[in-house]
């Protein structure tokens, strides 16, 4: 539906040509109202002329499309009803009571996934791949079961059976660890090579040591903010703010990381409930102390 | 699509129902009023007022022209659906739960909760032609089944009643003699209390949601289990569409617990599945609580959910629902 109002100053009929049958003295001077369709996609044009507040002739066209929603096949019981008298509380109730309203929200019929789409998806996505597994058959070994050519370790069915991979890295490499290592050739991310576990934990553990963790930020403070709050105790090698992906807002908290554990104590000590862009932070180690 | 809210129910919704032409959609909720609307843009077109306690379920009759209700006052009533008055009311001695007439409205079956050390009964009643020569009689009481019976609906040719409760079991009795017939397996059947039943169109199969998270689908004669839907929520309402092989599941959390989570944790959505597939086709959202009722447009072309919030949301279904590929 739509409505535009456009000024047309030149009158194109003459006022000596009108009729005079016109009851009111200055809709004389109109054109008549013009009924335009409807027409077969329900498009129907009116168009009004008439004197607006200062005086001058205003042509009004209104465009309105009635499309037709539900099927009108109503049975003649129906249509019966459709008269009845209002009874009970609907009897008293007034327009403005608003009961039944259109909601405002689009709602849709949310599919759990895409259209088209199968719920076995190696069959359309890994099709190259089943395909050369099924020719080889032993391109395709699961880690976790040990079947081959049947599926892939992500898409094992016995996933849950199996005992949890972290029971590998956990034990230390004994004089059996050449039998545990897998078939030679396949691919060993570096975190499970022997040896290599420990010095990444323990770096891991040095880099958490000194890391502050800043809560209670308020949404404008930015990483270069928080350095300069925290660059007065000491070198600062980390500065982050978590940030909301979607809205790009500050999400109210981030990390700063020291290079020496004794500037972040330092920090931490005096900048726990300190006043920061009105707000309260809280300061305090990232993770918790063990003592 | 664009839901029409219905607010006119002050307590959570319990029940739904469309007449046989599809043009009125008939409300009850815990407030004392069923209610009457125009299913097509949602106005109200009454209120049958007279109950004094949560109505429970209503049927209607198929000549759209008799109403009765059942509710938690120990009465069940009919109602003249063109003028609001009541014209009947049948008194027991605890809640009435369950309410359907038969095939032909000359019966009605309905189902009285267990109460002041009574036992849960099925009960049959005649419904007469003139509401005058209505009487208050039981053609036929079935006592035994514990704990609530929660839906009691007849089956093919009103040979059967089949009802289904707390006690998880479906069962078949011979709506003559009251003797019972078939009994759902144990192991297929479910786990937790059956909260609803919906039968399909023809009558020849039908859906039970339950407690146990699943909506199991029944072949009406034999008992069979035909199809499971499981979903992620406690199952309170169900229907079965009459256009296309698609069944919606509706419920949530139980409303105890709504206020302490979140409303998108708490499964409110109406679940589409497709009905042989057992494949989830979508979710419909909308309530703030969960979905105590759901029934279909008998041309299948909308449906209307009935929540804990106290509203009805009317669904006309867009086009493209008609067109939808698994």
Not at chain 2, 46 to 57: E, F, I, K, L, S
Not at chain 2, 277 to 288: R, T
């Amino acid at each position: 539906m739509a409505a535009d109002v456009g000024r047309t100053p030149v009158s194109k009929v003459r006022w000596g040509e009108l009729e005079e049958d016109d009851a009111t003295d200055y809709e004389f001077f109109l054109p008549p109202k013009t009924v335009i369709g409807p027409d077969e996609n329900g498009v129907k044009k009116v168009v009004e002329y008439k004197f607006n507040d200062d005086g001058n002739k205003v042509k009004i066209t209104t465009t309105t499309r009635t499309r037709k929603l539900a099927r009108a096949r109503l049975s003649k019981r129906a249509l019966e009803r459709r008269s009845w008298a209002k009874f009970g509380d609907a009897a008293q109730e007034d327009a403005s009571s608003r009961l039944t309203m259109v909601s405002t929200e689009e709602i849709i019929l949310e599919r759990p996934r895409a259209p088209g789409s199968k719920v076995e998806e190696p069959k359309a996505a890994g099709d190259p791949l089943a395909a050369m597994g099924k020719a080889g058959a032993v391109l395709m070994v699961c880690r976790t079961c040990g079947k081959k050519g049947d599926h892939w370790t992500s898409k094992c069915p016995y996933k849950d059976l199996a005992q949890p991979a972290d029971s590998f890295i956990d034990k230390p490499p004994t004089a059996d660890g050449p039998s545990l290592a897998p078939a030679k050739g396949a691919y060993v991310p570096p975190s499970m090579r022997p040896g290599a576990e420990r010095s990444g934990t323990e770096m891991r553990r040095r880099n958490d040591e000194n890391s502050v963790r800043v809560t209670n930020l308020s949404e404008d403070t930015r990483e270069p903010d928080l350095h300069e709050l925290f660059s007065k105790f000491g070198p600062v090698s980390r500065v982050y703010v978590a940030v909301d992906q979607k809205t790009g807002v500050s999400r109210g908290f981030g990390f700063v990381n020291f290079v020496h554990r004794e500037d972040a104590e330092k920090a931490i000590n005096k900048l726990n409930g300190y006043g920061y862009d009105n707000l309260i932070i809280r300061v305090e180690w990232a993770t918790p102390r063990p003592n | 699509m664009r839901p029409i809210l219905m607010k006119g129910h002050e307590r959570p919704l319990t029940f739904l129902k469309y007449n046989r032409e599809g043009d009125l959609l008939f409300s009850c909720a815990k407030d004392h009023n069923p209610t009457v609307w125009f299913a097509d843009n949602g106005e109200r077109l009454g209120t049958y007022r007279g109950h004094n306690g949560a109505v429970w379920c209503c049927d209607v009759s198929r000549n759209s022209s008799l109403l009765i209700t059942g509710s938690a006052d120990q009465s069940v009533k009919l109602w003249d659906v063109q003028t609001g008055s009541q014209l009947y009311s049948f008194n027991f001695d605890s809640p009435a739960r369950a309410v359907e007439f038969s095939i032909g409205d000359k019966l009605a079956v309905i189902t009285t909760d267990p109460f002041m050390g009574q036992p849960s009964t099925i009960q049959v009643k005649m419904i007469a032609g003139d509401s005058s020569e209505q009487s208050g009689n039981s053609v036929l009481v079935i006592k035994g089944p514990q704990g609530r019976i929660n839906r009691a609906v007849w089956g093919p040719l009103n040979k059967t009643i089949i009802s289904a409760g707390e006690d998880a079991i479906i069962r078949i009795w011979d709506s003559e003699t009251g003797q019972l017939l078939m009994e759902s397996d144990k192991e297929a059947g479910h786990q937790k209390t059956v909260t609803s039943l919906a039968k399909s169109s023809d009558g020849s199969h039908f859906l039970t949601g339950s407690l146990d998270k699943s909506a199991k689908l029944w072949d009406s004669r034999t008992l069979t289990l035909i199809k499971t839907y499981v979903t992620e929520r406690p199952v309170n309402a169900c229907a079965i569409s009459p256009l296309l092989d698609h069944v919606v599941i509706g419920g949530g959390q139980d409303a105890s617990a709504v206020t302490r989570t979140d409303h998108r944790a708490g499964k409110f959505e109406a679940k589409f599945f497709h009905k042989i597939l057992q494949e989830e086709i979508g979710g419909v959202k909308g309530h703030f609580g969960p979905i105590n009722a759901l029934a279909f447009n008998p041309d299948g072309r909308s449906f209307s959910s009935g929540g804990e919030d106290g509203y009805i949301r009317l669904h006309h279904f867009d086009s493209d629902y008609f067109h939808i590929k698994m």
